[in-house]
C-alpha cells in the first residue's frame, strides 16, 4: 500500500504501518493536552494505542498463519489507524477452511482477553467499571482497559456482516449447506439487515454507527458481486474469453503515437513489442498520465508497464479471476504452447460475466 513504511518480516509476511498512523498518535497526544492530563498519562496513552495495534498485528497474522496450512500465501499485514489489512493471496473457498481462516482473527483476541483475566480484577459493577475507566489510560487500569479491547474487537469482528470476519463465518457455515454465491447473498443480506440496524443507532445515539453501517453495506455489495461473478466464470476457460484481435505498438515509438491510436479506436490497451517481442503493455491511464506531465515526445517504452503476465489457454477463468481483478489495469497475454495467441483484460471478463447474467436471467424467466 502506497505511503506504508516496512517494519520487517514475520513467517516470510511483510509488515508495514501507514504514515496516516502517525497522526492517529498525535490525536491522542493532542486530546490528552485538551483533557488536561499530565505527561505521564498522556505517555500510558499512546503506549497503550501501540499494544492495541500490536494485538491487530497478531490478529491478522492469526488469519494468516491459518490460511498458511491451506498454501494461501499472505503478501503482507499494512496497520492503518482503522485496524489491520492482510493482503491474502485468495480467500479459501472450502466452507471448513474459510470458517478455520476467518475465526482465527477473533480467537487471538479471545485468547489474549483471557490470558489478561488472570492478572487482573474487574470491578464488579458497571458504575465502578465507568469509573475506573473515566479516569483515562494510567498503570493502575492498563491491562484492564487491554482485555476489555481484545473483548470488544473480538466481538465486534464477529459481527455476522461483511467484510468483518463475522460475515465470513456466517458465509463459510452456510456453504455447508448452500452454494458458495447463494451462501454469500444471504449472508451479505444478513450483515446489510444489521447495517441498517447501526444507522438508525447512529442517528439516536453515536453518529460512528452510521460510518459501520454504510462501510458494511458497500461491503457487502462487493463480496456478493465478486462471488456471483466467480459463480458465473465456473466451469469456462481462458480461451473462452480470449481476444485473438488486439493492437500493438513498438516500444520506440513516441507516447504521441499512442494518443493517435487512442483516439483513432476503441482499443484501451496496447501490447507494446520490440523486435516483435512482447516487452510491456500500456493502458490509456498510462497515455493520459504522459500527455499531462507532457511526456508526448517520450518513448512508448519510458512509460510502458513492463510487467508482464502470461495466461494460459486453457486455466479455469475462476482460478485466475483474482489475477485478472487485481490487475485490471494490465493487459494480460494468453500462451498457448508457449506462444502467444491472445490478450485479455478486466473489462473483456465484465463484458462476459454480463452477458452470462443475462442469459442467466433469461433462462430462468423462460422457465
Do not use: C
Not at 502517525?22 to 499512546?46: C, D
Request: charged share 20%; hydrophobic share 50%.
Amino acid at each position: 500500500m502506497k505511503g506504508s513504511l516496512k517494519l520487517g518480516k514475520i513467517a516470510g509476511i511483510g509488515i508495514f504501518i501507514h504514515w496516516t498512523f502517525s497522526l492517529l498518535l498525535l490525536f491522542i497526544i493532542f486530546i490528552n493536552y485538551r483533557t488536561g492530563y499530565s505527561a505521564l498519562q498522556t505517555a500510558w496513552s499512546v503506549l497503550f494505542i501501540l499494544v492495541v495495534f500490536v494485538t491487530v498485528l497478531l490478529h491478522e497474522l492469526g488469519h494468516a498463519l491459518v490460511a498458511k496450512n491451506y498454501h494461501i500465501k499472505t503478501k503482507d499485514i499494512t496497520l492503518l489507524p482503522i485496524g489491520g489489512l492482510a493482503q491474502l493471496e485468495r480467500i479459501p473457498e472450502k466452507p471448513i477452511e474459510e470458517l478455520l481462516v476467518a475465526i482465527a482473527g477473533p480467537l487471538v483476541n479471545l485468547t489474549l482477553a483471557l490470558l489478561t483475566g488472570f492478572f487482573i480484577s474487574v470491578p464488579e459493577t458497571a458504575e465502578t467499571l465507568l469509573a475506573e475507566l473515566s479516569k483515562g489510560i494510567n498503570a493502575n487500569n492498563f491491562f484492564l482497559n487491554f482485555f476489555l479491547v481484545n473483548i470488544w474487537l473480538a466481538i465486534f469482528n464477529l459481527i455476522p456482516a461483511f467484510p468483518m470476519d463475522g460475515g465470513r463465518v456466517l458465509r463459510a457455515i452456510l456453504s455447508f449447506r448452500f452454494k458458495r454465491n447463494v451462501a454469500t447473498k444471504i449472508a451479505a443480506r444478513t450483515g446489510q439487515l444489521l447495517a441498517i440496524g447501526f444507522i438508525i443507532l447512529g442517528f439516536i445515539s453515536n453518529p460512528f454507527l452510521i460510518f459501520i453501517g454504510l462501510f458494511v453495506i458497500v461491503g457487502a455489495q462487493i463480496e456478493t458481486e465478486h462471488a456471483e461473478a466467480k459463480y458465473l466464470l465456473k466451469n469456462y476457460k481462458v480461451r473462452d474469453v480470449v481476444m485473438t484481435q488486439y493492437q500493438t505498438i513498438d516500444a520506440d515509438e513516441k507516447v504521441e503515437k499512442a494518443i493517435a491510436m487512442l483516439l483513432d479506436s476503441q482499443n484501451k490497451s496496447f501490447l507494446v513489442t520490440e523486435n516483435k517481442e512482447a516487452v510491456g503493455t500500456l493502458h490509456r491511464d498510462e497515455i493520459i498520465t504522459a500527455l499531462a506531465l507532457k511526456k508526448e515526445n517520450e518513448t512508448i517504452k519510458e512509460i510502458m508497464n513492463k510487467n508482464l503476465i502470461f495466461l494460459d489457454v486453457d486455466a479455469l477463468l475462476e482460478d485466475v479471476f483474482e489475477k485478472i481483478y487485481e490487475n485490471k489495469l494490465t493487459l494480460m497475454l494468453v500462451n498457448e504452447n508457449d506462444k502467444i495467441i491472445g490478450t485479455l483484460d478486466t473489462e473483456n471478463i465484465l463484458e462476459f460475466i454480463l452477458i452470462k447474467e443475462v442469459k442467466t436471467k433469461k433462462a430462468y424467466a423462460n422457465f
